[in-house]
């Protein structure tokens, strides 16, 4: 408890605190080298140059936290023993009795009584290849499980016993989520809580790395070599699992500790950020309410020249009277007429359904006669025009058919 402690207490203020003399030393040495002054303090330059220093900082202090961690961890079975956890048992009673005669009390005193029998129950007991199994997962509490016989058993038991840490940091993370403020770091504190128990979930359920001897009660499964057994080759799976909780905690406290500095446009509630994306809106908004305005001004001075029988100059437009002071009635009537079709026309446009379908099919069948007719307009032009000689022998020819 206390380490954790202290660790939050370090998240939060020790990056701050080792960012500004770390920047402080590396404008110093920038200035007397490049001769060129640091950034004010108030300048982009010098938020990026925090920004990248804070990274390095905490980088470095979370590869500081996990060698903690990892070095916080007792010992097991087989690291006190010298063997690796896949040897057999023909190497455990090998290597016991090597420990035995250099750690017997006989040999050490009394203060080495307390080891040795430990060491001594453990090697007894993970003769079993059960217990063997179970203490592979869930560390040397299963020695203490006299009412379980079975892999089954043991199983259920552990991840029982294991399920208890999710509850709690469950329901940690969502009281957390409730009563503080909106971030979108919560959804990475959650993903990483996702990651941490599928993580956990496959090392107890994986196959043991124990090379254990042919048996009905144990799975014979080949096991999968992880990153963790190849960095902490001498380490089981309980450690690793106890190594996972501890990364995952100032995983956590770092994540809300970085992501302010590193990525401010990211959080919510920063009074700079705000300022600067309402302001960025606001001219948006002013720039396109400009805009709209003079559309609609243009537009209208149009269909006003449309319909007025009075010329007006374009730059007037904009100085035009009020149709109620200068218009006659009639041309009250017809601009009322003519705004109606356009307000029509513009809501047929717009829907979907039969009227849409309609007034498409009119459109387009009044757009093909238009083009049939052009063509045969062009067409009757290219012909030669009949002459008057023509015509008065077609009359003669018709008056002697007659008479005849």
């Known amino acids: 408890m206390s380490a954790a402690l202290f660790r939050i207490v370090g998240w939060s203020y020790l990056p701050d605190f080792a960012t500004k003399q770390a920047l402080r030393v590396i404008h110093q040495t920038s200035s007397s080298i490049f001769h060129r002054p640091p950034p004010d303090p108030r300048t982009p330059a010098y938020a990026l140059h925090y920004r990248l220093t804070f990274a390095a900082v905490v980088l470095c202090y979370l590869i500081y936290n996990f060698l903690d961690a990892s070095g916080s961890i007792t010992n097991n079975f087989y690291e006190l023993l010298g063997v690796y956890p896949n040897s057999s048992d023909a190497t455990l009673k090998m290597a016991?009795?090597?420990?035995?005669?250099?750690?017997?009390?006989d040999r050490v005193g009394p203060s080495g009584e307390a080891m040795f029998i430990e060491?001594?129950?453990?090697?007894?007991?993970?003769?079993?290849?059960?217990?063997?199994?179970?203490?592979?997962?869930?560390?040397?509490?299963?020695?203490?499980?006299?009412?379980?016989?079975?892999?089954?058993?043991?199983l259920r038991r552990g991840l029982l016993s294991s399920s208890l840490y999710h509850i709690m940091?469950?329901?940690?993370?969502?009281l957390f989520s409730?009563?503080?403020?909106?971030?979108?770091?919560?959804?990475?504190?959650?993903?990483?809580?996702?990651?941490?128990?599928?993580?956990?979930?496959?090392?107890?359920?994986?196959?043991?790395?124990?090379?254990?001897?042919p048996s009905p009660f144990v799975d014979a499964a080949a096991s999968h070599v992880t990153i963790?057994?190849?960095?902490?080759?001498?380490?089981?799976?309980?450690?690793?699992?106890?190594?996972?909780?501890?990364v995952f905690f100032f995983l956590s406290v770092a994540l809300s500790r970085v992501a302010p500095v590193l990525f401010p446009s990211l959080m919510r509630g920063d009074p700079i950020v705000d300022q600067q994306i309402v302001r960025a809106m606001a001219e948006r908004l002013g720039a396109l309410a400009k805009t709209t305005e003079r559309e609609l001004s243009i537009m209208l001075d149009t269909e006003l020249l449309a319909i007025h029988e009075t010329p007006m100059v374009t730059s007037e437009m904009s100085t035009l009277p009020r149709p109620r002071e200068i218009l006659k009635s009639d041309i009250i009537h017809a601009l009322t007429m003519e705004m109606?079709?356009?307000?029509?026309?513009?809501?047929?446009?717009?829907?979907?359904?039969?009227?849409?379908?309609?007034?498409?099919?009119?459109?387009?069948?009044?757009?093909?006669?238009?083009?049939?007719?052009?063509?045969l307009q062009e067409i009757a032009d290219k012909l030669p025009s009949p002459t008057?000689?023509?015509?008065q022998m077609k009359i003669h020819n018709r008056a002697r058919s007659l008479s005849l």
Request: proline share 6%; aromatic share 12%.
């Open 96 to 105: 016991f009795r090597g420990f035995a005669r250099k750690y017997h009390p």
């Open 119 to 154: 060491v001594r129950d453990a090697f007894e007991a993970l003769k079993d290849p059960v217990v063997r199994f179970a203490y592979d997962r869930f560390g040397p509490d299963v020695l203490k499980w006299k009412e379980c016989t079975t892999m089954r058993e043991y």
């Open 178 to 213: 409730a009563i503080g403020k909106p971030s979108p770091i919560a959804a990475w504190r959650y993903l990483l809580f996702l990651c941490l128990f599928a993580s956990e979930l496959y090392l107890l359920l994986a196959p043991s790395p124990s090379a254990l001897s």
């Open 340 to 375: 109606e079709d356009v307000v029509v026309e513009n809501k047929l446009k717009s829907e979907v359904g039969p009227v849409k379908t309609a007034w498409d099919f009119a459109v387009d069948k009044e757009m093909r006669k238009r083009v049939q007719d052009r063509r």
């Open 228 to 246: 963790l057994d190849v960095v902490f080759p001498k380490r089981i799976v309980y450690q690793h699992v106890l190594l996972l909780h501890q």
């Open 388 to 391: 008057l000689e023509t015509g």
């Open 169 to 174: 940091t469950g329901a940690g993370l969502i």
